[in-house]
């Protein structure tokens, strides 16, 4: 098999591996008859290898002897073209000899000429899979997605609640982690006692909760929820010991159905740490988010999320300029992702990156924006060969432990040079290990790599991660400087970070920079580089390269 095709099976199976949602992967090349397979499939079945020839005859001798004939031309069927479609259940042997019943489903992919090249499928292993949370009984995370694809299915109404415990790690430090699960049990038993006539209650991942009710509406779960806050903080109790807990929610009402599960649930997502993050543990309601257009908002995620699949389709890149403060010469470019159709139009990143960053799929989007941003500088560089090339980098994308690796290989891929790039990212990297975090940059930079701490100042822990993370670029925020000329407050805030900065020798740019005004005020506070609409707005590709700055 060639190194060509072996790379586009193993591009395609990660693409196909991110939506396994706890099921098993394989992707065969039919030409070759040649598959890859997920690694937990190989460990839990003890298969061969990733990589195996003719892996539909190896798979055959793990099933049960009695349901093998009905595997066998199911396969049969899908090699000699007369199956498009593999969907059978069927018993197969574990590692330890026992069987377990697995649900296969598989397709055809044709070639542009209509002939099948590969075939790829999900198999569900009931035996590993529990829909029932050991810890407090109720339905578990995949039970949750059993059935809001069965709601989705039936296009039923409901309302889909989450909530969960803010700070839960300070009890299991300062009570240990049995104690914590106990206040797990205990929570659980107060969401049934106020939500349970209403609908089925699900643990989800950590200390998240979740509710399907086909009877409440949004006001009903500000209602009961304000119960549960005032239960959790006043009266709540664990082995005699009164505990204040404070919540976190948000509510999404679902009336479209067009869309897919883990689309709702990175929407869940999102608004549970909107509660958590920007209203102090308020109930959200995701259609009366502040930025979205109309109530349709999530059809159009959803529409947004499929588009990552195929290869990012309608999405682009804009860039706008950074200019040095003193001479007004580019300095650089930030790349800024948007999206359009011809149905949504353009749609502002502000309404779907927040979303979207809470899915799994971000981090492939995020490779998406480098590889263009790269491929578009090469462009720049012939006309620019100094210029710096600014990338936002999201929390999603810095806690894949292959993030670097990447970085590299589309650096290789697209030959831009690393002492070009220049990776931006937010405060919030800081809920990541900050030393694995710090040894990540410092591989970065020692390539050339440039980081930049985005938006200083704007999140509580600005300071730490500039104290503790090797930063080349501080950019203020432009809600420090749009009243820069005659507020002492901001001129203060201004003149503090760049002294702050240069202590960790770090230059300043600032954002926001709108006129001439703003711009002959700032240069009085030793900034480097500025970037606004002054000098422009962000633009595509093709008309950046025509303008001269």
Same mark, same amino acid.
């Given at each position: 098999?060639?190194?060509?095709?072996?790379?586009?099976?193993?591009?395609?199976?990660?693409?196909?591996?991110?939506?396994?949602?706890?099921?098993?992967?394989?992707?065969?090349?039919?030409?070759?008859?040649?598959?890859?397979?997920?690694?937990?499939?190989?460990?839990?079945?003890?298969?061969?290898?990733?990589?195996?020839?003719?892996?539909?005859?190896?798979?055959?001798?793990?099933?049960?002897?009695?349901?093998?004939?009905?595997?066998?031309k199911s396969i049969n069927d899908i090699?000699?073209? /007369?199956?498009?479609?593999?969907?059978?259940?069927?018993?197969?042997?574990?590692a330890d000899g026992n069987y377990v019943?697995?649900?296969?489903?598989?397709?055809?992919?044709?070639?542009?000429?209509?002939?099948?090249?590969?075939?790829?499928?999900?198999?569900?292993?009931?035996?590993?899979?529990?829909?029932?949370?050991?810890?407090?009984?109720?339905?578990?995370?995949?039970?949750?997605?059993?059935?809001?694809?069965?709601?989705?299915?039936?296009?039923?109404?409901?309302?889909?609640?989450?909530?969960?415990?803010?700070?839960?790690?300070?009890?299991?430090?300062?009570?240990?982690?049995?104690?914590?699960?106990?206040?797990?049990?205990? $929570?659980?038993?107060?969401?049934?006692?106020?939500?349970? &006539?209403?609908?089925?209650?699900?643990?989800?991942?950590? /200390?998240?909760?979740?509710?399907?009710?086909?009877?409440?509406?949004?006001?009903?779960?500000?209602?009961?929820?304000?119960?549960?806050?005032?239960?959790?903080?006043?009266?709540?109790?664990?082995?005699?010991?009164?505990?204040?807990?404070?919540?976190?929610?948000? /509510?999404?009402?679902?009336?479209?159905?067009?869309?897919?599960?883990?689309?709702?649930?990175?929407?869940?997502?999102?608004?549970?740490?909107?509660?958590?993050?920007?209203?102090?543990?308020?109930?959200?309601? $995701?259609?009366?988010?502040?930025?979205?257009? @109309?109530?349709?908002?999530?059809?159009?995620?959803?529409?947004?999320?499929?588009?990552?699949? #195929?290869?990012?389709?309608?999405?682009?890149?804009?860039?706008?300029?950074?200019?040095?403060?003193?001479? &007004?010469?580019? *300095?650089?470019?930030?790349?800024?992702?948007?999206?359009?159709?011809?149905?949504?139009?353009?749609?502002?990143?502000?309404?779907?990156?927040?979303?979207?960053?809470?899915?799994?799929?971000?981090? &492939?989007?995020?490779?998406?924006?480098?590889?263009?941003?790269?491929?578009?500088? *090469?462009?720049?560089?012939?006309?620019?060969?100094?210029?710096?090339?600014?990338?936002?980098?999201?929390?999603?994308?810095?806690?894949?432990?292959?993030?670097?690796?990447?970085?590299?290989?589309?650096? &290789?891929? /697209?030959? $831009?040079?690393?002492?070009?790039?220049?990776?931006?990212?937010?405060?919030?990297?800081?809920?990541?290990?900050?030393?694995?975090?710090?040894?990540?940059?410092?591989?970065?930079?020692?390539?050339?790599? *440039?980081?930049?701490?985005? @938006?200083?100042?704007?999140?509580?822990?600005?300071?730490?991660?500039?104290?503790?993370?090797?930063?080349?670029?501080?950019?203020?925020?432009?809600?420090?400087?749009?009243?820069? #000329?005659?507020?002492?407050?901001?001129?203060?805030?201004?003149?503090?970070?760049?002294?702050?900065?240069?202590?960790?020798?770090?230059?300043?740019?600032?954002?926001?920079?709108?006129?001439?005004?703003?711009?002959?005020?700032?240069?009085?506070?030793?900034?480097?580089?500025?970037?606004?609409?002054?000098?422009?707005?962000?633009?595509?590709?093709?008309?950046?390269?025509?303008?001269?700055?």
């Open positions: 098999m060639d190194k060509n095709r072996l790379g586009k099976l193993d591009s395609m199976f990660e693409t196909f591996a991110i939506l396994s949602e706890g099921s098993y992967i394989y992707l065969c090349d039919m030409k070759y008859n040649y598959s890859r397979w997920s690694k937990s499939a190989v460990d839990y079945f003890n298969l061969p290898d990733r990589y195996m020839h003719n892996a539909g005859s190896v798979w055959e001798t793990f099933i049960h002897p009695d349901d093998r004939e009905s595997y066998r090699f000699s073209g /007369t199956g498009k479609n593999h969907n059978m259940q069927y018993r197969a042997r574990s019943v697995c649900t296969c489903k598989g397709a055809v992919i044709r070639d542009e000429n209509g002939e099948p090249e590969y075939f790829a499928g999900a198999i569900k292993n009931h035996g590993s899979l529990s829909y029932i949370d050991t810890i407090t009984g109720l339905r578990s995370l995949y039970g949750f997605f059993d059935d809001i694809k069965s709601i989705l299915w039936k296009k039923k109404k409901s309302s889909v609640i989450i909530t969960g415990i803010t700070g839960f790690s300070v009890i299991n430090d300062v009570h240990g982690y049995k104690f914590g699960n106990k206040v797990l049990r205990s $929570f659980a038993g107060c969401i049934n006692d106020i939500f349970g &006539e209403y609908g089925e209650i699900y643990r989800m991942d950590g /200390t998240k909760f979740a509710i399907i009710s086909h009877s409440i509406d949004e006001k009903k779960a500000v209602e009961l929820y304000s119960k549960l806050q005032e239960q959790v903080s006043h009266n709540f109790f664990v082995d005699g010991e009164r505990l204040s807990i404070s919540l976190n929610a948000g /509510t999404l009402i679902l009336k479209n159905f067009d869309i897919e599960s883990q689309t709702i649930y990175s929407c869940l997502k999102y608004i549970y740490y909107e509660s958590k993050n920007r209203r102090l543990g308020d109930m959200i309601i $995701f259609d009366n988010l502040e930025n979205r257009r @109309d109530k349709n908002s999530i059809e159009t995620i959803n529409v947004i999320r499929n588009s990552v699949l #195929e290869n990012c389709k309608g999405f682009f890149l804009c860039y706008q300029p950074i200019m040095y403060s003193d001479t &007004e010469k580019l *300095k650089g470019m930030e790349a800024l992702i948007r999206w359009k159709n011809d149905k949504y139009g353009t749609v502002s990143p502000v309404q779907f990156v927040p979303v979207l960053e809470q899915d799994v799929l971000f981090p &492939e989007l995020g490779k998406w924006i480098l590889r263009q941003a790269m491929t578009d500088g *090469k462009v720049f560089l012939e006309k620019y060969p100094d210029f710096i090339m600014n990338v936002n980098i999201s929390y999603a994308q810095l806690e894949k432990s292959d993030f670097v690796t990447d970085v590299f290989f589309i650096l &290789e891929e /697209t030959g $831009f040079p690393p002492q070009n790039l220049c990776l931006e990212i937010t405060e919030r990297c800081r809920l990541l290990d900050i030393s694995v975090l710090s040894n990540m940059f410092s591989i970065l930079r020692e390539r050339g790599i *440039k980081i930049a701490l985005d @938006d200083f100042g704007t999140g509580f822990s600005s300071l730490g991660v500039l104290r503790t993370l090797p930063i080349d670029t501080v950019k203020i925020d432009r809600e420090f400087v749009k009243d820069i #000329e005659k507020s002492p407050s901001d001129q203060n805030t201004v003149q503090f970070i760049s002294s702050l900065a240069d202590a960790f020798k770090a230059e300043v740019c600032v954002e926001g920079v709108e006129n001439a005004q703003m711009r002959d005020f700032l240069r009085h506070y030793g900034v480097k580089s500025f970037q606004g609409y002054y000098y422009s707005k962000p633009i595509p590709a093709d008309e950046f390269i025509k303008k001269d700055f």
